[in-house]
């Protein structure tokens, strides 16, 4: 198999792992990120503002230079956070060749629409088919070259199972599907998850209610789920319960560790960007608006307003009315 053209747009944390995984494969590899310092420092073969105490190999073409990193490109990973997609995407679309496939490495819903990223990405480059790229992955894992799955998904079957086989390779193993909408789902919803896990976590309530949190978190997701359309089974998978378990359970998470601080009462502002922050608040707009029980979703937001404590929230969970487990 020929060598792919990969370009990766964002030079954080993952953008970088993600680059270095696409290198590792064989391709050919350019990143565009808009902070010269990453990028100088990323083509010496370290990025200290986001993987501080890595090296790794150079090989990535680095630059600030939009049009330059797209020019010519086959593949584009897109690894800007979910609520800059709409943006970054316009300023793509001016030197981006149709048919280029877009793949949204990104989790999230946005907040001001209460759309996927799937939606935005057709809506803006309608030419470009789109997939998204999801499971359980933490950037230092991947760019040390240790073990991970990950799922391309795609609504066009082909196309994911052609993208899952360009990027796989020694330690990154890619499974494909042709459920775009669950994988999305997934990946945006575990972030909530993650914040009630660390919550608890930094309340100091126990691992029992954690365990008890982070199951029913799966049941309310697997609910919300069915309401959009996701399979079952896509759930139950990489993106879905895999990437939920890894990432309520690790300080590695940004997402675990703001809720950690959420739950001690620490200071939160400047603390590293937590996607899950912005969803939570969409997440409970569109399941009420939709009229899905989503109790967990609705605390989390209800905390990150401060309308209640954590142990205001964990008692609202403990005294609803009783059902059966399924449910």
């Known amino acids: 198999m020929s060598a792919y053209k990969v370009t990766v747009l964002g030079g954080g944390a993952w953008g970088t792992a993600l680059a270095l995984a696409m290198l590792r494969a064989g391709h050919a590899v350019r990143l565009w990120?808009?902070?010269s310092e990453s990028v100088d420092a990323i083509r010496t073969g370290t990025n200290p503002r986001y993987l501080p105490g890595i090296t790794f190999e150079t090989g990535i073409a680095a630059t600030t230079d939009l049009a330059q990193a797209l020019a010519g490109t086959d593949c584009v990973l897109v690894v800007t956070p979910a609520q800059a997609l709409r943006s970054v995407l316009t300023e793509v679309k001016p030197h981006i060749a149709e048919d280029v496939p877009l793949v949204l490495c990104a989790k999230g819903i946005e907040r001001d629409t209460g759309r996927l990223l799937a939606d935005i990405s057709s809506a803006i480059l309608p030419d470009n088919p789109v997939a998204a790229l999801s499971g359980p992955s933490f950037a230092t894992d991947v760019s040390r070259g240790l073990p991970t799955a990950v799922v391309v998904a795609?609504?066009?079957e082909a196309l994911a199972s052609a993208?899952?086989?360009?990027?796989?390779?020694?330690?990154?193993?890619?499974?494909?599907?042709?459920d775009l909408i669950g994988v999305e789902i997934g990946g945006a919803l575990k972030n909530v998850f993650a914040i009630a896990a660390g919550a608890v976590t930094g309340a100091g309530l126990g691992a029992s209610a954690q365990a008890a949190l982070v199951t029913r978190g799966f049941v309310e997701l697997r609910r919300i789920g069915a309401a959009f359309g996701a399979r079952p089974e896509t759930l139950m998978g990489l993106s879905g319960l895999g990437d939920l378990m890894l990432t309520c359970s690790?300080?590695?998470?940004?997402?675990?560790?703001?809720?950690?601080?959420?739950?001690?009462?620490?200071?939160?502002?400047?603390?590293?960007?937590?996607?899950?922050?912005?969803?939570?608040?969409?997440?409970a707009r569109l399941t009420r608006e939709r009229g899905i029980e989503a109790p967990i979703i609705e605390a989390v937001a209800a905390l990150l307003d401060n309308a209640i404590t954590i142990n205001e929230a964990v008692a609202g969970l403990m005294t609803r009315p009783l059902r059966a487990e399924a449910d």
């Open 163 to 178: 993208l899952a086989t360009r990027f796989s390779a020694a330690n990154l193993r890619c499974y494909s599907s042709d």
């Open 33 to 35: 990120a808009r902070d």
């Open 250 to 283: 690790s300080v590695q998470s940004r997402n675990f560790a703001y809720g950690v601080a959420l739950g001690k009462g620490e200071e939160l502002a400047g603390r590293p960007l937590a996607e899950g922050v912005a969803t939570a608040y969409i997440a």
């Open 154 to 156: 795609s609504e066009d």
